[in-house]
């Protein structure tokens, strides 16, 4: 049972297995409806299942997390979404790996067989084979930051707001984001009407690093008033830095993309030439949620929500 989201660390630590995920979800429908919020848990294709809070039909923002646990073979995955270069590199390392592995297996096995055939054959499983474990291997059990930040934002803000503005919002928290944004192109698919201009604001990784950064879909930037009133609940807290990112390079690959007026929200590191970077997921050093970042984007999310942004 949950007293506070934070407990989601403590009794749901990881949420890959379905038994996992289920005894997290009964523990959140519980929280939420004695919140007094409606909750239920809607299927989204064969495998994902979504735990809906509030009423998606009116709302006019969706504020959304994926509650599902990364696999990992301790290779981490390093995000510099703001950095062109480091992002290619980057890309090209953990291919270039995988392809260097697989080539040297390959070539151990026509050493002992002199065949071809089984060559080839060895050097494709092993690399269709590791990159499968990436995605679908065992759970990462430290999985702090990627995304128990993200469900424990998104059920702080469902505790704090107002009853009287519950109506403007729904909270989704999506299943399956690790195996391709399964849980969010289901829900996207089944919601296509009333999703096409909700403003979805979704929590990934916001649990370590002083830069959170917002990251709006093509259609988002173009919706100059919510442009402006994200930019005016940004600005420095302390060593925290709330800011937008709207011009030049950028990637963030997370549930928003499946939504038309999707913006993604993280937490990063700053370093000189990298920029901003997060590099702890996917490993068992992913042990970090800084409260500060949850306090600090519940009171600018709800700032947004109820249009206190708005001069």
Request: charged content about 20%; some cysteine; proline content about 3%.
């Amino acid at each position: 049972m949950l007293n506070v989201p934070m407990d989601i660390l403590k009794f749901h630590p990881i949420r890959r297995t379905k038994e996992q995920k289920e005894a997290c979800q009964g523990d959140i429908l519980a929280y939420v409806r004695d919140l007094g919020y409606e909750a239920w848990v809607e299927q989204a294709g064969k495998k994902a299942q979504n735990i809906i809070i509030g009423n998606p039909q009116n709302a006019k923002y969706m504020v959304t997390a994926h509650y599902d646990t990364p696999a990992s073979i301790g290779i981490p995955n390093v995000l510099t979404p703001c950095n062109l270069l480091t992002f290619i590199l980057w890309q090209v390392l953990v291919i270039g790996g995988l392809l260097v592995t697989a080539i040297a297996s390959g070539a151990v096995t026509y050493l002992l067989t002199h065949s071809k055939l089984v060559m080839l054959l060895v050097a494709y499983v092993v690399y269709f084979g590791i990159l499968g474990l990436m995605m679908f291997g065992p759970a990462n059990k430290s999985n702090v930051n990627d995304n128990s930040s993200g469900v424990v934002t998104v059920l702080e803000i469902a505790r704090t707001l107002q009853e009287n503005q519950r109506n403007k919002v729904c909270f989704i928290l999506f299943d399956l984001e690790e195996s391709g944004l399964v849980g969010s192109k289901g829900y996207r698919k089944a919601h296509k009407e009333e999703t096409e201009n909700q403003i979805v604001l979704n929590l990934d990784c916001v649990g370590d690093g002083d830069h959170i950064i917002f990251f709006p879909t093509k259609k988002a930037k173009q919706n100059e008033k919510l442009m402006q009133n994200i930019h005016r609940i940004g600005g420095w807290f302390g060593k925290k830095n709330i800011l937008l990112k709207k011009d030049g390079f950028y990637t963030y690959p997370s549930d928003q993309r499946s939504f038309p007026v999707g913006i993604g929200i993280a937490a990063f590191h700053k370093a000189k030439f990298m920029g901003y970077y997060c590099d702890k997921i996917h490993t068992k050093k992913d042990t970090i949620l800084e409260e500060t970042n949850v306090n600090l984007l519940r009171a600018a999310l709800t700032t947004l929500i109820c249009g206190d942004a708005v001069n």
